[in-house]
């Protein structure tokens, strides 16, 4: 009994269902219109999904979450490997990154909408600064940790610098590149929803902001869980991916601790 309540599916399922009854019980005690009880926003999904327009929407969010996820990993993964085995690189980025983090990037809307309307490709560029960030600092962090004598022996053999790069550092920056593709996830649903409620057309943020204009909360706590499990589905897929490609760093990890 204690390996099955110990198994993460069957916890998480536990804390989600620990999490409803918490709800029902506060939406019945607060007895408020803006908090509907789990039992009326649960209702409420079938209704969503019968929609085909709201089916769209969804789709549509997550399409555009998709490609602004891609554009940020073929371009921050790169310069991530680069700042951590240049010097020269890490000296011109730094103070670029420096400015651009701290900054919400759901906050920049505004100006991106400016520059490219409301349609998609302000939402895209957004998700990509959004996603770019933790990309750019895991892959950095990733190749800073090669070991020096892997990339000498590497050179030795004849190697050049962009051979070294990807046969050397690529593979072994690997599980950190994946842990910021993980964060960028997260980070790509929240702009992607941010976006779409501040530049309203199409998608899941758009669906949310409007049933709160018109006050169905059901709707919008149903959009919430929706948007939550969609988080939860993105992280297991990519988890299991990322578990099929760095088997051996984990593999490696067991032994060492095995041999501690």
Same mark, same amino acid.
């Given at each position: 009994m204690n390996k099955v309540l110990r198994a993460?599916?069957?916890s998480a399922l536990l804390v989600c269902l620990g999490l409803l009854v918490a709800w029902e019980l506060a939406a019945r005690l607060y007895d408020n219109p803006g908090l509907p009880t789990a039992a009326q926003a649960l209702a409420e999904l079938p209704r969503i999904f019968a929609d085909p327009q709201a089916t769209f929407d969804i789709l549509d969010s997550l399409r555009r979450m998709l490609i602004g996820f891609a554009l940020a990993l073929v371009v921050a993964g790169p310069i991530?490997?680069?700042m951590g085995r240049s010097p020269m690189v890490e000296a011109l980025m730094n103070p670029l990154l420096m400015v651009v983090y701290p900054i919400p990037k759901a906050a920049l809307m505004p100006?991106?909408?400016l520059w490219l309307g409301v349609g998609d490709a302000s939402k895209i560029l957004v998700v990509f600064l959004?996603?770019?960030l933790p990309l750019l600092y895991h892959s950095y962090? =990733? #190749?800073r940790a090669v070991e020096e004598k892997m990339l000498w022996s590497a050179a030795a053999m004849g190697m050049n610098g962009a051979q070294r790069m990807f046969r050397i550092v690529l593979p #072994? #920056?690997?599980p950190e590149i994946l842990t910021g593709c993980r964060t960028g996830i997260v980070m790509g649903l929240i702009t992607m929803i941010t976006s779409e409620m501040i530049a309203r057309q199409t998608g899941a943020g758009n669906i949310l902001f409007n049933a709160m204009d018109m006050a169905q909360y059901e709707t919008v706590y149903a959009m919430i869980i929706v948007i =939550?499990?969609?988080g939860i589905v993105l992280d297991m897929c990519f988890e299991a991916v990322r578990a099929?490609?760095?088997r051996w760093a984990d593999r490696q990890t067991d032994a060492t601790a095995g041999a501690l």
């Open positions: 993460p599916g069957v991530g490997l680069l100006l991106i909408m959004g996603v770019s962090q =990733g #190749a #072994a #920056a690997l =939550g499990v969609l099929r490609l760095t």
